[in-house]
């Protein structure tokens, strides 16, 4: 008993729990293990009664050294590794990571494989905000609606995974085009699922978008202001959630995103609501973007020819996509070979998460809850 | 949004919660869209990729492998050990061993994408579950070798 | 053995075998509706549809060993569940099923069970304070608070039947309800009541003490096996005892269209409209996010007491003018 209560004691010296400032102040660890940090966030919460005073996310938990594997290998066999991180929206991460090599080799993409890149992406936007959408109400205690948006996610999975193979951590874009073809069932069953996805809208709508108790939930709660969202380097439907219309597909347009008409949808408050808003809508936008890909698939090859040995040419390069949770850039600085010397990978959900602290500040711990919903925090993704 | 007044708000409420509530009871009385798995199963598409399996070749009853060990040095996890050795009075090098460590597999594709002879394919197996890590150390070889003897699940296999 | 005690005695095995059934039923239900609403088809594994999964979760429940964490008041710990489960046992026995079947007639039958039902209050309270864990702290708080502001409106509801049938026995409001039941008379009591006892019972969407998301499971983070049975069985008695006091007062209890049973056939409509207002509790559950905490005070001291005051204030001109 002696040694427990020695070791205890060591334990809890990692705590800050000795200097707390006010002592009617206490510590609440939420996580790594709590139901609403989804997977393996801590958020440290000084508390005053059920008020948050100080909320601090610690991280780590999950962190599996993404960017030094990257220096280990050969530039190709990353590739698996990029649909890892964000495993709720991993084409745009695959994206992001072909693209970039295609720019810093100059290597052409036939018409055809960026289009398939384009409606697979905005198909695994989708499916992540069904995941949100599901997840944020779970979090607010409603059990109902996640179980809508899985059935609706179930579908677009079903049509991603006849294409890529695998229905969470695609592997599917390659340098140079994409690993495997579309055909006209693909083409059928998307069409299907728009038509399908545009109805069920109206159950969203009814039962969370209208819900008083939602409504009075997220309202106001959580307010980004444009001026925080812009010290914070928030980016994604939080930034726009914010009002800023800052989206890379439109900004920095790449692939084949200036050949479709889309809006961007911005919210006014930059309140949970209005992120959640922002999200509701951007999955109408994708599914615009969709149907238009559709109308204009050219034929052609799907892969374009890329050398199989590939060396990089010395220097460093760039390249940012539109993930489903935000900007997502990848930068690497090349030696020449086909080892990358450096990838840095700026992920949306790092710096969406860093708002935090001061967002929570005197919040209820509710609300808390609520606001890192609304977020759509993946925790992988930040700890890599 | 906010300024619908005491009486506003009540109604306002109370529509928006009976609306959910005539969601939720109409979905309640429509089908049900879960299959209770293992006792009915999913279709599952042919395009699934489970982990690599070599290909059966109807024509000459065996594999096209070459033994070049290509697709182990595409590996990014280094999972594939592929070794073959020169029987007397043949040309080429025949198998010998062909292993796939699947804890470390990730599914990416690239042995079955770099392999000239398309002699790698992915299983359809989805339904893989285990006591131990070295259950999921396969013989490929071995595993060929027992779908040979089903010649119909060996061609469904092959895609 | 006097027959008298004889009789208390069955009486008294009934009512906690009932207890036990009600929540299996209940528990069966909760599941059965709940998924059927999400669209999946729930428990199917155990007898035809899933109908003994219960007993096996209760077998399950009671082969658990109650961990008692240690810091905690070991004492105070292991009484909470029991003082959660009697007193909602007792209700039972002053419930009327049918018109000959009530163990034991009251006048006060009303009172009774109102203050019995208060009591698992001071069980979540003692569970929480025990249990030396900061979310079962929160959990017991938010419950306590919450039990406190929605008696006044509850109440007060109650009160505008009692005004006009002038008693508290339970028999004797049915006996009242002869021509017509008193949700016809009284909506809007009927509606506050309501809302009053989902959030008496910490059901959602006002379970705020067990708010998983926020609290992982709230007061009874801590309790495992039977203890953590008991709060379950005591959570479906007392969801019971609110739904069957509804029924009474304003459904009209135990009348139904008579049904050869004789003096018995009350308790097929009761049954009938208890389990109807269960369902729509749990209707409701799986429906709404959970409200906020403040706002759940809000709303009850800025619509349920002001409108159950005017309720009562025109309930009592009214029966003064007829
Ligand atoms: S799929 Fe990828 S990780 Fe798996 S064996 Fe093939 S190359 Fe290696
Ligand atoms: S790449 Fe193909 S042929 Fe070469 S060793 Fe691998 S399986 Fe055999």
Known sequence: ?384 | MNNRGYFGELWFGAKSLLIGLNVTIKELFRPIVTVQYPREECEITPNYRGHVELVFNTETGGCDCIVCGMCAKACPSDCLVVKGEKKEGEKRKSLTLFSLDFTKCSLCGSCVETCPKGALDYSQDYNIAGFTREEFHYDLIERLERRHQQPLAAAAGGN | MPPELLRMIIAAVLVVAFVFLNAMILGYMERKVSAHIQRRPGLMEVGPHGVLQLIVDGLKLIGKQLVVPEGSNKFLFRLAPVLSFAPCVLPFVVLPFARKLQIVSMDISLIFILAMTSINVIAILVAGWASNNKYSLFGTFRSVAQAVSYEIPMLLSILSIILITSTFSLQGIIAAQKYYWFILIQPLAFIIYFISGLAETNRAPFDMPEAESELTAGFHTEYSGMGFSFFFLAEYANMFTVCSIATVLFLGGWKGIPLPLGDYTGIFWFMLKVYGLLFVMIWVRWTYPRVRFDQLMTFCWKYLIPFSLANLLITAVLVKLI
């Open chain 1, 1 to 384: 008993m002696e040694n427990l209560a020695e070791n205890r004691t060591a334990y809890t010296d990692l705590e800050p729990a000795t200097d707390i400032p006010n002592e009617n102040h206490y510590y609440l660890n939420m996580g790594p293990q709590h139901p609403s940090t989804h997977g393996v966030l801590r958020v440290l919460l000084e508390m005053d009664g059920e008020y948050v005073v100080d909320p601090q996310p610690v991280l780590g938990y999950g962190h599996r050294m993404q960017e030094k594997m990257a220096e280990h290998k050969n530039w190709m066999a990353f590739m698996p590794n990029t649909g890892r991180m964000d495993y709720a929206a991993a084409l745009p991460y695959n994206h992001g990571y072909v693209a970039l090599f295609e720019r810093l080799c100059g290597i052409e993409v036939p018409a055809r494989a960026e289009y398939i890149r384009v409606i697979t992406s905005e198909l695994n936007r989708i499916v992540s905000h069904h995941l949100w959408i599901g997840a944020m109400l779970l979090d607010m205690g409603a059990f109902t609606p996640i179980l809508y948006t899985f059935d609706d996610r179930e579908q677009v999975l079903d049509i991603l995974e006849d294409v890529t193979g695998s229905r969470l951590t695609y592997c599917y874009f390659r340098v140079g085009g994409v690993c495997k073809d579309i055909d006209d069932k693909f083409v059928e069953k998307t069409r299907a699922f728009i038509k399908r996805q545009r109805e069920r809208f109206d159950i969203y709508n009814k039962l969370v978008t209208g819900n008083i108790i939602f409504i009075k939930r997220t309202e106001g709660v959580g307010v980004i202001s444009p001026d925080m969202a812009r010290r914070y380097g928030v980016t994604g439907p939080v930034l726009r959630g914010s009002g800023i219309a800052y989206d890379v597909r439109k900004n920095e347009p790449y692939s084949v995103y200036p050949n479709f008409d889309f809006e961007i949808p911005v919210g006014r408050n930059g309140d949970s609501y209005d992120r959640y808003m922002v999200r509701l809508l951007e999955i109408e936008q994708s599914l615009r973007i969709i149907e238009q890909a559709l109308d204009q698939l050219p034929e052609g090859s799907f892969l374009g020819k890329a050398p199989k040995k590939m060396k990089m040419p010395t220097g460093d390069c760039s390249f940012s996509v539109e993930a489903a949770r935000g900007e997502l850039t990848y930068y690497l600085v090349s030696g020449g070979g086909d080892i990358p010397y450096r990838l840095k990978i700026r992920v949306p959900s790092y710096s969406n998460l860093s708002v935090l602290p001061e967002l929570c500040q005197g919040m209820l711990l509710s609300d808390l809850v609520a606001a890192m919903g609304s977020m759509d925090l993946v925790i992988p993704e930040i700890d890599r």
